[in-house]
């Protein structure tokens, strides 16, 4: 297998990376049923928590001493119940020996709300009890696996990887709050129905945690956002993603924009494995016939 991968199949195992072979992980899991994205893609909460259970111990066997595992998650809200689905996730990292080591809100323009306009409530009813405010932020956790060791890094390569400083102190990364447009909910975009996150997310993430060269890895990578933007950013890319469905998407997301920054898609391998499933279009459906209702 080269350096640059994507398996199509289940990320609880990801038997084609050895131990402490990944450097950084960047992810997005699938959000517990939401509405929008994933009806009904898990029988239960608890079934759904299991799934970050299983790939949380995977990702501590890969990732290497001290590194970052970086998740993009939020509370889900289904049929009125709000799900802790932030706590649980830090809980089980933390159980599973991680280091929680920050927490960043990623704050969306005040024009989107694409889940539901909740405060309207208040207007219909302006009494006490029926505050249901709308949702603007998810969170970033970070996990780090122990322990960094500076000095183990070659210099010439740490230099290679120097932050933009300017960058850092315009654009606000300083704060543990980032202010970044999402991806734009329009019908024709490559991601749609998959929840992806704007390569910005990424791109941050990459350029803070980890250094040129190294091996980036999303356990569900949807579209390619992080494979994309890893490739980019110097860094080699690994991705597990379950629907197979989801191939064409990737490889045409992972298509040079600007040959000279990146590499080409031919250096990605695409692996198929058996448990890999066929979701989209049937979660697609079940949007389309919640929407007719
Ligand atoms: C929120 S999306 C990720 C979007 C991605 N960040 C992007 O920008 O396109 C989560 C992805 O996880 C995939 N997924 C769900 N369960 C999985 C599993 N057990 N193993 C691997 N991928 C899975 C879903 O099919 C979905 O594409």
């Known amino acids: 297998m080269g350096k640059n991968f994507i398996v199509f199949g289940d990320a609880q195992n990801m038997a084609e990376l050895a131990d402490h072979s990944v450097h950084l992980v960047v992810t997005s899991p699938p959000y517990f049923n939401a509405p929008f994205d994933?009806?009904?893609?898990?029988?239960?909460?608890?079934?759904?928590?299991?799934?970050?259970?299983?790939?949380?111990?995977?990702l501590k066997r890969v990732l290497s001493q001290g590194r970052i595992a970086a998740l993009v998650v939020d509370d889900m809200l289904i049929n009125?119940?709000?799900?802790?689905?932030?706590?649980?996730?830090?809980?089980?990292?933390?159980?599973?020996?991680?280091?929680?080591?920050?927490?960043?809100?990623?704050?969306?323009?005040?024009?989107?709300?694409?889940?539901?306009?909740?405060?309207g409530v208040l207007l219909q009813h302006p009494y006490p009890m029926y505050y249901y405010p709308d949702n603007l932020q998810e969170s970033i956790l970070i996990f780090q696996n122990g322990?960094?060791?500076?000095?183990?890094?070659?210099?010439e390569i740490r230099q290679k990887s120097r932050i933009d400083v300017q960058q850092y102190q315009q654009a606000k990364?300083?704060?543990n709050v980032w202010q970044i447009t999402n991806v734009l909910p329009n019908n024709n975009r490559l991601?749609?129905?998959?929840?992806?996150?704007?390569?910005e997310i990424p791109s941050r993430l990459i350029q803070l945690f980890s250094y040129v060269g190294e091996t980036v890895l999303d356990p569900f990578a949807g579209s390619g956002t992080t494979l994309k933007t890893a490739l980019e950013l110097g860094r080699n890319a690994v991705g597990y993603e379950i629907d197979l469905e989801l191939m064409d998407i990737v490889r045409r997301k992972l298509q040079p924009d600007q040959p000279s920054l990146l590499r080409q898609v031919d250096e990605i391998?695409?692996?198929?494995?058996?448990?890999?499933r066929h979701l989209r279009s049937h979660l697609q459906q079940q949007v389309q016939k919640?929407?007719?209702r």
């Open 191 to 199: 991601e749609k129905g998959i929840a992806a996150f704007p390569p």
């Open 173 to 175: 990364w300083y704060l």
């Open 290 to 292: 919640r929407q007719k």
């Open 147 to 155: 322990d960094f060791d500076y000095k183990q890094i070659d210099p």
């Open 269 to 276: 391998e695409f692996i198929i494995r058996d448990d890999a």
């Open 80 to 119: 009125g119940q709000k799900y802790p689905i932030v706590a649980d996730i830090t809980k089980i990292f933390i159980d599973t020996g991680f280091k929680y080591r920050e927490r960043i809100v990623w704050i969306k323009p005040e024009g989107y709300i694409r889940i539901s306009r909740r405060s």
């Open 38 to 58: 994933y009806p009904d893609l898990f029988p239960s909460y608890e079934a759904f928590l299991q799934l970050m259970e299983t790939v949380a111990k995977e």
